[in-house]
């Protein structure tokens, strides 16, 4: 491996890790998307050994491992492989967590993931697409993948005619533009279709580019692939394009999509009877140390599998109710998160100083003050993103709050909550990304005190966190300027 076969901003996978400010990343996701909870352990000693010795679970649920050099990169290839561990290549395609056990998923997203994965190589798409490009498959389960952006994504929904995959283009779930439902096989064949067309535009070409591009959103598309033998059962494909389709393909998309989902952070019964119990990372990271007794709880509370999951949690699969119950207790008294309020779930943090050396604040020593500081107000309405500096690695899209280590004060006249002749102020964005506008700038010393003073007050009756924060900081910076 030399650093030219390295790119910056590249998905790190372990054949191609990526430079950071504290040396080489690697990221690992099975193919098979599970761990047996001896080659984690494995893994964890191999962090220890090669990079920082710190575990990393992505918002994505990657596991990542830190803090490499170029000659540790050798030795962790030779532990993954001694340990049995089969990474994925080629197209990355998200499928649910608990796919293919969860009983109450509406379809088997990994199955599907497999015969996405196999007709994008029969249709030799993969030298073509850029590593960035990336399909979510959400099986309708306990554990959505609504956060997750993706070029291509797929829910499965239920209709009258049976289960049919819900595709959108470009976003999360909540800004994705829907494009139409189609079973599995009609799905297959409209996501290769899909694939191609950001194909066509080059490497660094996504689904943005493609959508971008059309003046008629997918008037073009060949209909017979688009339709498929299920359109006569399934909502119109175009409903731009084809009068009278709209109110029946809306009603049909929003009515058979599920409803009430969990989330990792829960006990969830499985199709074989057993459970799986979902446990956090505080800011997505745990020492090595920590991490092995998580690991060897869970199996002595009888998991027979470990699975990553979206929102930086694991999830111990296999267990019984007593064998659930006696890894919540470890895991509290390690200190991670076990509930879905605990409001450091909603923190997204990098390392940061001194770990990173383009920190200019340390971000992840910080977080856990911030979640205690903000906790009136992280009812899970909005995200808060501390990042080292204004590359913003944990949280890459616009978060509700930014705090970002500068290396000066990024403009003057801003307002200061403080004292705004700082080396390395900390510039508050809201509503923006880790390089955003900033509105405000802080000194650390002062960043805790401030918060929590604003956040004390907390919520009023009906009011959500994120509208409770606006409200509190139109009124801190009105009372400034007064
Ligand atoms: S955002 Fe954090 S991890 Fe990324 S380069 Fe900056 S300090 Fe380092």
Do not use: Y
Not at 32 to 61: K, M, S, W, Y
Not at 417 to 446: C, H, M, N, W
Request: proline letters at 8%.
């Amino acid at each position: 491996m030399n650093a030219l076969s390295r790119r910056r901003g590249a998905c790190p996978a372990l054949s191609a890790p990526m430079e950071t400010g504290d040396g080489l990343l690697v990221r690992l996701v099975p193919a098979d998307g599970i761990f047996a909870p001896r080659a984690l352990v494995g893994l964890a000693h191999a962090a220890q050994a090669f990079g920082n010795g710190i575990l990393e679970v992505t918002a994505r649920g990657s596991l990542q491992i830190r803090g490499l050099t170029d000659e540790g990169i050798g030795p962790l290839n030779d532990a993954v492989t001694a340990l049995g561990l089969v990474p994925r290549e080629g197209l990355a395609i998200d499928a649910s967590p608990l796919a293919g056990i969860d009983a109450m998923e509406i379809a088997d997203a990994r199955a599907l993931a497999r015969e996405i994965g196999a007709a994008v190589a029969a249709a030799s798409l993969l030298p073509r697409l850029g590593p960035k490009v990336s399909v979510v498959i959400d099986g309708g389960g306990a554990c959505p993948l609504d956060a997750s952006k993706a070029d291509v994504r797929l829910l499965a929904v239920r209709s009258e005619a049976g289960v049919a995959w819900r595709v959108a283009l470009a976003g999360d779930a909540a800004g994705a533009r829907p494009l139409g439902a189609w079973r599995a096989r009609e799905a297959v064949a409209a996501v290769v279709d899909l694939l191609t067309r950001v194909a066509a535009l080059g490497r660094a070409a996504r689904m943005d580019d493609v959508l971008r591009g059309e003046a008629t959103p997918f008037a073009s598309v060949d209909p017979t692939l688009l339709a498929g033998p299920a359109a006569s059962s399934f909502p119109d494909p175009h409903p731009q394009t084809r009068e009278g389709a709209d109110a029946s393909a809306e009603r049909a998309l929003s009515a058979s999509a599920p409803k009430t989902r969990p989330g990792p952070l829960h006990l969830h019964p499985l199709a074989d009877g057993t459970l799986a119990r979902g446990i956090g990372l505080p800011f997505g990271a745990l020492e090595a140390g920590s991490f092995i007794a998580l690991i060897e709880a869970a199996e002595a509370a009888g998991a027979r599998e470990i699975r990553l999951a979206p929102g930086r949690a694991l999830l111990a699969v296999g267990l019984t109710r007593n064998g659930a119950a006696r890894l919540e207790q470890a895991a509290t008294a390690l200190g991670l998160l076990t509930e879905a309020t605990d409001p450091r779930g909603f923190i997204a943090a990098c390392p940061g100083a001194p770990a990173c050396a383009s920190g200019r604040l340390a971000a992840r020593a910080l977080a856990p003050q911030v979640a205690r500081a903000l906790a009136p107000l992280l009812d899970g309405s909005f995200e808060v993103h501390v990042s080292g500096c204004a590359k913003g690695c944990a949280h890459p899209a616009p978060a509700a709050l930014t705090l970002v280590g500068r290396e000066t004060a990024p403009a003057t006249g801003l307002p200061s909550l403080d004292s705004p002749t700082l080396d390395f102020p900390i510039a508050l964005v809201r509503e923006g990304k880790a390089d955003g506008a900033a509105q405000a700038t802080l000194s650390p010393a002062a960043l805790v005190p401030i918060l929590t003073r604003l956040a004390a007050p907390g919520r009023h009756p009906g009011e959500t966190g994120a509208q409770a924060l606006s409200r509190l900081f139109a009124q801190a910076f009105l009372e400034r300027s007064a």
